[in-house]
């Protein structure tokens, strides 16, 4: 358990509604839930989640914070917008639920293993390097995400589709090594890197508290 | 009454003239049914035919009238004369638009319309113009039973309206259960918070009309009369009695709180920590606006839970089956109650389904999940006190899991019960069991309540009749108000459960009808439904065998015994269904314009066919309530129906005497249908009862049938909606048939 998880679970004992209203974007609607079960029967994944939208908002009310923070209903959320489009109190669910994914992910208790947040991690890894995606490298590490006999297996899978790609000039596989950045990266890297204190400033002053 | 002078007047519009042949018609009034004059038109509803029957009237032509044209329920503006009898014949909806425009039906249509002529005519010489009793006067004073939201309300009403108005309470004040609440459920936008009750302002404003007496520490300790004449005994508790005339009554006697210790799974009475919904107004009403105490140590409550539907919308023994309509929205006004005097407080609101009635009940439901709320959908089983706090024990429906979760207060909303005094038809139940099992009798007297809210003098019992579940009978939707005793309406809870505003919306209501019953009461009119009948039912005391069935069968309690334990009837208290005229075995009850000679007359007018003609008559006798329109409306739609049928309407089908069937069946008739209202607890009779008992006199109808060597199936009863369009016509063919299958009545002379 992170430091950062110690010091909320303090601060709200069993008010997990109340913690989630002060931390996680959109949170303050949690509350407005009535409970009709629209965005569960909406949801196009929902017969995939451990506990779909309308149980999470419950499970939040009813104090349930390591399930809810352990879950991996949020990273399962498509953002298909079906949810937020039909809410009758108009809940900004799919916001919600990104909102708790990243929160959990925050306090270090989103699920290990979890292959959205494990994708969300190379993406970002990739992003955040050279300011661009690296298409190539990012489909190779998701596919050796699971161990290397699984990557070598997928890659042959794929290697029809990559043949295809490379003779229609879709792919330039010299990406693999190192691949172009965009124009100002060092502007880029202060910038996240300005982002990053006053995160943890803001994470410092939390603990504080 | 002068000579009856009888005319008949035969329409051509509408097309009547070029399917019919009028001038047959013409005749048959004249030659069968004797009357003086039959005169065609062609477009009779136009000023100028209403001219020609108004100058016959008035020159004296004429004083009891056949119309053969449309319904009667068509152009009743146009064929509205005073002071003469009319009969409809109905040749439109009744004839022309039921039967097809062919070769074929030209002859069996003409003979429909000739038999309806017959009818009308056999009708109209049968009939008398009414007269009104002159039985009272005008006594613009109505009583007012209850002192709380409803009753005062309605006293104001009454007020502001320029009557007087006297207020009985049993309390030493007034304001009834809602002076106890410390705020109400917002009756105005935004619906966010609780509101002030207002109920002080209410009281301030009853004490200051001089159109209204309170009577306080009081009850009504004998009430009798009729509307436009009601006696009221109203005894304080000190023991002197007031005597006073009243128009009429709103019985607004409210309800009170489901007993809680009914509920011994939520310990209510164990802790003092537990309490009901008014216990909770009592605690916050001490708390001012401040944090709300607990009554064990005088803790400030940092947690409650508030329990929905306890004792309540449960089938279990001694609970309440119904949904008491303003629970959830007093549980979230409650809630409300500690989350803003401190938002940090745990309130949860633990409901099966959350039902929040009125305009603003979402907006109110919405604030309070705003405020901090917790609504919880479980199902609590039980409250468990354990030294200091207490454990609810429930079932979380959304997560399907037992939770076991700590309070320091617990609110049960409980029901509400309504006090409607003495059930009195459990009475007759009672006198039953005596015979059996004395013990079973003491069980049902156990459950009566003794005391009567309103002391009435009627033969039928001293309080208004019930309906389900204690309320008083007064149906919601079409009449509601309207209760089972003439001029004596039923408001707020006593009639239904509600909240404030719809007890409100009752009082107002309530007292339009109380003055509309007073008023039409001087003027010796009926009341609803038949508002304006002037029509009353008389006795042929020779014949009156005293067998007490009209007493008894009155939906509406209007008959009492005089002391020669003869039928005492009461005008202003008949509402002219004629449910005593259709129960009585003698057939000495009629009333002026409909009796049992006018409809039977009319049956009999019929021309039954000789067998071989293959001809059969089918009678139905159908409400003018619903069935009747129904057929109107078929008509209207063009749907076709037997030309061998014969409709003739009733007032009710409480007023069906069965001497009516016999006699039909010993004239040759081959079938007949009754049509009348829904019955039962969802009943959509408007004399409440008629549709009721007319069943149940047709279900012995069946010895009659035997003896008359006829198949059971040629007698039917049928429930009949208004809504029924496409069924009425079916169910004429059925019996049509039927008949075909059956074979025709041996009957036929």
Known sequence: MSNLNTATVEKYRNNFLREVEANVEEGHWVKMCMQCGVCSGSCPLGPHWDHPPQKIFMMIRAGKRDEVLGSSSMWMCTSCYNCIARCPRELPITHIMHGLAHYAKRLGLAP?????????????????????????????????????????????????????????????????????????????????????????????????? | MADKKLGAYICKGCGIGDRLDAGQLAMIAKKEGKV????????????????????????????????????????????????????????????????????????????????????????????????????????????????????LNAALEIAKAGYLATIVEKNGALGGAAAQFHKRIPNRAPFADPQDSGIADLIEQVESNNKITVHLNATVTKTSGAPGRFSADISQESGSTVTD?????????????????????????????????????????????????????????????????AGQRSD???????????????????????????????????????????????????????????????????????????????????????????????????????NSGVNIEAVPAENEDKKDDAEAKAE????????????????????????????????????????RRTGIYAAGPVRRPMDMTQATEDATGAALKAIQALENAALGRAAHPRSGDLSFPSFRKEGCTQCKRCTVECPFGAINEDEQRYPLFNEARCRRCGTCMGACPVRVISFENYSVETVGQAIKAVEVPEEDEEKPRILVLACENDAYPALDMAGMNRMEYSAFVRIAPVRCLGSVNTIWVTDALNNGFDGIILMGCKKGDDYQCHFVKGS????TRMSKIDDTLKQLQLETERVQTYEIAITDIQRVPQIINDMAETIEKIGMSPLKF
């Open chain 1, 112 to 209: 290990k293993n979890q292959p959205t947040k494990k994708f969300a991690q190379i993406f970002w890894d990739s992003l955040s390097k050279k300011g661009r995606v690296n298409e190539l490298k990012l489909g190779l590490s998701l596919y050796f995400m699971n161990g290397f006999a699984e990557g070598v297996k997928t890659s042959l899978k794929m290697q029809k589709v990559g043949m295809g790609m490379l003779k229609t000039k879709r792919m330039d596989p010299l990406e693999i090594v190192g691949g172009h950045g965009c124009k100002d990266k060092k502007g880029l890297q202060a910038i996240l890197k300005k982002a990053r204190e006053i995160e943890d400033a803001k994470a410092a002053k939390f603990q504080q508290a």
């Open chain 2, 36 to 151: 003086g004059f039959a005169k065609q038109h062609d477009f009779l509803c136009n000023s100028d035919g209403v001219k020609m029957i108004q100058a016959d009237i008035d020159a004296g032509e004429v004083n009891h009238l056949v119309v053969a044209a449309c319904s009667r329920r068509a152009k009743s503006d146009a064929f509205n004369f005073e002071n003469v009898a009319i009969s409809r014949a109905n040749l439109r909806e009744g004839v022309i638009w039921v039967r097809p425009d062919t070769d074929d039906a030209e002859e069996t249509t003409q003979e429909m319309a000739e038999d309806y002529i017959r009818m009308a005519c056999a009708e109209v010489k049968y009939m008398n113009l009414p007269a009104p009793s002159e039985e009272q006067g005008l006594v613009r004073h109505v009583l007012v039973v209850g002192g709380g939201v409803t009753g």
């Open chain 2, 245 to 309: 005339n009243f128009g009429s009554i709103i019985q607004a006697s409210g309800f009170k709180p489901y007993d809680a210790t009914k509920l011994p799974e939520f310990s209510y009475g164990k802790s003092p920590d537990i309490v009901d919904q008014l216990g909770l107004e009592a605690l916050a009403k001490q708390a001012n606006g401040g944090a709300i105490k607990r009554p064990s140590d005088g803790k400030e409550v940092k947690s409650v839970v508030f329990v929905q539907c």
């Open chain 2, 316 to 418: 279990k023994e001694g609970h309440l089956s119904y949904c008491s309509g303003h629970c959830c929205l007093t549980s979230t006004k409650q809630a409300m109650y500690f989350k803003d005097a401190n938002p940090d407080v745990d309130a949860m609101v633990l409901y099966t389904e959350l039902r929040m009635p009125g305009a603003g009940g979402e907006d109110f439901y919405r604030s309070g999940q705003n405020k901090g709320v917790t609504f919880t959908k479980g199902i609590a089983s039980e409250v468990v006190p354990n030294g200091g706090s207490l454990t609810v024990k429930f079932k979380d429906l959304i997560l399907d899991e037992e939770v076991n979760y700590d309070a320091d207060l617990v609110v049960l909303a409980t029901g509400m019960v309504p």
């Open chain 2, 444 to 483: 049902v007297v156990a459950t009566v309540p003794v005391e009567s809210i309103l002391n009435l003098d009627y033969r039928q019992g001293a309080d208004l009749p019930q309906l389900v579940n204690g309320f008083t009978d007064s149906h919601f939707i079409c009449f509601p108000y309207e209760t």
């Open chain 2, 692 to 695: 009721e008992l007319a069943h």
